[in-house]
């Protein structure tokens, strides 16, 4: 086998001294509405940047968006989604649904537009964790039934995975709520994000 030429030798010295491509950043959407948004808390104590530190703690590079708007519908997130898949999301976390149920909308509505935003994000090849809200049970009994068992149906439907209640071990708590007892305080963010962090995990690439 002949001599390398001279620069042939050199590009091979400099691919062996280059140092590893490093893997791109993983990059979470946090796809909702007030719940999601922070409302009336500090930016650090917001949920998306709370699960970002605990993804953080556990050593992987992630980064969550806040995708939430305070007041958006299903409606509202079905209309701004494209928008909000501007940024190329690896993962969304799709929480939508609970300011339909406090204005007592249509479940079948509602159940249209989360299809709606599923079949787009499917489309995409954009995977999802859809978590699921439940009706304020002043609404009577039939309409929470119809309004709860959209989640289940729309999981089964899309495959994806589903987290059946967002506010789990936060809802009806004054202790973890802001006075107006519908929005997690900082200690009820912190208490959603452990409930959820496994699900998430799971949804991760594995850690090399």
Do not use: C
Not at 101 to 121: F, M, Q, V
């Amino acid at each position: 086998m002949g001599a390398l030429p001279a620069y042939g030798l050199l590009l091979m010295l400099v691919n062996l001294m280059a140092p590893p491509a490093m893997a791109a950043q993983f990059r979470i959407l946090a796809f909702g509405d007030s719940l999601t948004a922070g409302y009336n808390l500090p930016a650090q104590d917001a949920f998306p940047n709370k699960l970002e530190a605990a993804l953080r703690a556990q050593g992987r590079d992630v980064k969550v968006l806040n995708g939430g708007v305070s007041g958006d519908t299903s409606a509202g997130g079905l209309a701004r989604l494209d928008w909000a898949l501007a940024d190329k999301p690896d993962l969304v976390i799709l929480e939508l649904g609970a300011n339909d149920a406090l204005r007592g909308h249509d479940p079948a509505k509602t159940y249209a537009n989360l299809d709606a935003i599923l079949g787009k994000l499917k489309a995409k090849g954009v995977p999802v964790l859809l978590a699921g809200i439940m009706a304020p049970p002043n609404l009577g009994r039939d309409y929470a039934a119809q309004f709860n068992g959209i989640y289940k149906r729309l999981a089964d439907k899309h495959g994806v995975p589903l987290y059946p209640f967002f506010l789990d071990g936060v809802a009806t708590r004054a202790d973890l709520n802001l006075g107006d007892g519908l929005h997690p305080n900082a200690r009820g963010v912190d208490a959603i994000v452990r409930g959820i962090l496994p699900h998430v995990t799971r949804m991760l690439p594995a850690q090399g």
